[in-house]
Structure formats: C-alpha cells, structure tokens
C-alpha cells in the first residue's frame, strides 16, 4: 500500500507539471483529491488491514492528500497571478490617448448678471425677494399709482389672462407686496421675469429680466438713492464709470429720473456701444410716491424710501458688446460658450 501511494503521489506531480489552465487544475483536483479518486478508495480500504497497520497508513495517505492539495493551491495562486498580470497588460491605459470631452455648459449671461447683482446688493445689506409672474393688475398698476385709464394699463403694453390678472409687465409689484407684508426698515432687490406685448426685434422681447430694488426707512433722500447707484455702477462695470440723473416720470415715484452711466468702454468719449453719446441709459429710479406707501399701509409722514428697476438685457447687451437682445434667448451653444 506504501508503494501505491507513493506511485500515485508522484503520478500527480507529473501531471501537476503538464497542467496548462485552471480548468485542467481543476480536473486534476477531482482526479486525486475528489470522492471517487484513488486516495479516497485507499482511504476506504485501511478497514481490510490489520488492525495495528491501519493507523500508519492512514496518516500515510493523509500526509500525501495534505502534500497535493498544498501543491495544487500553490500552482493555483500562480496562475492567478499570472492571469491578474496578463489582463493588466491588456488593459493598460494609454495616457496619449484623447479623451472623451465632457461638454459642461456654461452659466446664461442674464443668470450671471442677476447673480452678480445680487452679490453687489447683499454686499450692501439687501435681502433678495421674490413676487408672482401671474400677478394681479391691482399689484402691477393699482398699488402702485396707476389706476384705471393709465395709459400704461392699454392692453397692448402688457399680457392680459383677465381683466384682473396680467402677466407682470415688470417687477415693481414685488415692491408693493413686501411693503404690505414687511414693516419698514425695508432693503430689497427683486431680480424676475417679466413680460410686455412687444414684438421681437434687436432691442425688444415680450419677455425679459428686470431687477427691482426698494429702500424704506426714515429720512430716505435722494442722495441715498444717488449714493447706491454709483456703488452699484462702479462695482457692477468699474471702478470709473460716473453716474448721471435725468429727470424723468414714473407714476410710483416723485421725483422720478432716469440714471445714465458714462460708457465703461469707451470712458465718456463716444464709442459704438454708447452710440457717440459717452453716456449709457441704466435704469429708471425715484422716491417711493406718498400715494404707494400709502396704498400699501405705510406712512409717508414717517417714512420715505427710493426704488429703482432696471432691465437685464439692457446691461448685458452693454456689458458684453452685444448688439442684438435675440441672442439672447436663441441658446445658440456658439453664442453662449463665450461667456
Ligand atoms: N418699473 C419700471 C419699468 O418697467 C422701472 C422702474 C422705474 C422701477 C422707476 C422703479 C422705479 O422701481 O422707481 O420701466
């Protein structure tokens, strides 16, 4: 019995050695190790044996399946490692190869002169407010002293859904909403859309960007309001640009005027983005009517407070050079990567 197992244990190391795959391991593995292999049939025939034989050799055949299994796990870990180095070799990644481009968009020239805005103006204790784009004509014109008759009411300059209900034609009813609902001090900047029934050419869009700013406390003057523009128009398009009023008529505000800042490209000598005139139309400002606080339970007595409102595109255009508001709203991926 000796002799065979000795036969078989070097029979299986030769074969060991001819192995060319897993697979074949694995057969090799049943062939001498499994239930109907050899050693298990030696294994099973110690009963015949003497008694006192039977001991020995069955350590005998122990120590020589012990002695394949080691070797058979052996040569596995090798292959598999041979196998590891063989697929990493395959796989070795080419770093001169071009890789594939993710297309990030990039930020809307409006969106970036809202956020900007908005920054400059938090830098300057404002807090951000928000109004309804279906608004009530009440809020867009009534409140905001434009009654019945206005002109500005005509259903050609904004989108009527009812008699009642319009699309806002632009963002100052957020003013007479926060004002009802907020006691003063009041520091706010209302960025939105609004819309008017306008056709589409270079300069118009019946739908736009608006920011609306609004300050309500005691002893608000002109100057305050004067003061907060030329911040603004220094932080927003440089340290240099000069601030202009021109009186003008808004029916929220008395005394009203329209704010002109001198070119940023040009500096003041005439320029085509400032079309010759050294000066840039910005916004529309004034001192809050006594008629609008009023109408939204505030005092005039005791209270005063300048707005302002001012279109997006109008700062955009200029701002980045660009002459026609259509491109604005196109999303031509070649327009907007340029910014
Ligand atoms: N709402 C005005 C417009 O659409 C802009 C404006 C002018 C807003 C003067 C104001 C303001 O708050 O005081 O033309």
């Not at 065979?4 to 795959?21: D, F, G, H, P």
């Not at 589409?200 to 609306?212: G, K, L, R, Y």
């Amino acid at each position: 019995m000796e002799e065979k197992i000795r036969t078989l244990l070097e029979q299986a190391k030769a074969e060991l050695k001819s192995v060319a795959n897993i697979q074949e391991l694995a057969d090799l593995k049943v062939k001498y190790l499994g239930k109907k292999s050899e050693f298990t049939a030696l294994l099973k025939g110690l009963g015949e044996l003497p008694v006192e034989q039977r001991p020995q050799m069955g350590n005998l055949v122990n120590a020589a399946k012990v002695e394949i299994e080691d070797l058979i796990t052996d040569f596995e870990n090798q292959m598999q490692a041979k196998e590891l180095e063989e697929k990493l070799k395959k796989e070795k990644i080419d770093v001169t190869m071009p890789s594939n481009v993710q297309k990030i968009g990039s930020v809307h020239p409006i969106t970036k002169i809202i956020d900007e805005v908005k920054d400059i103006f938090i830098g300057m204790g404002y807090k951000i407010a928000d109004g309804p784009e279906i608004e009530k004509a009440e809020y867009n014109f009534d409140k905001l002293n434009t009654p019945k008759g206005h002109p500005a009411r005509d259903l050609q300059d904004t989108f009527y859904i009812t008699e009642d209900i319009v699309l806002r034609s632009q963002t100052s009813p957020v003013q007479a909403r926060v004002m009802e609902t907020e006691k003063p001090p009041i520091k706010i900047i209302c960025p939105g859309t609004v819309y008017r029934s306008d056709s589409v050419d270079a300069t118009h869009s019946p739908v736009f960007h608006q920011i609306e700013g609004l300050v309500i406390d005691k002893k608000v003057t002109m100057a305050d309001l004067k003061g907060t523009l030329e911040m603004f128009a220094k932080k927003c398009l440089g340290e240099n640009t000069k601030i202009r009023f021109r009186p003008h008529h808004f029916p929220f505000t008395e005394p009203s005027a329209e704010a002109d800042v001198s070119c940023f490209v040009c500096g003041g000598k005439g320029c085509r983005v400032c079309k010759g005139e050294g000066w840039i139309e910005l916004l529309g400002c004034g001192m809050v009517h006594p008629n609008v606080l009023r109408s939204c339970n505030i005092d005039p007595e005791e209270y005063s407070g300048f707005a302002f409102g001012f279109g997006v595109e109008r700062i955009a255009m200029a701002k980045y050079g660009i002459d026609d508001m259509r491109l604005l709203f196109e999303n031509d991926i070649r327009f907007l990567k340029q910014f």
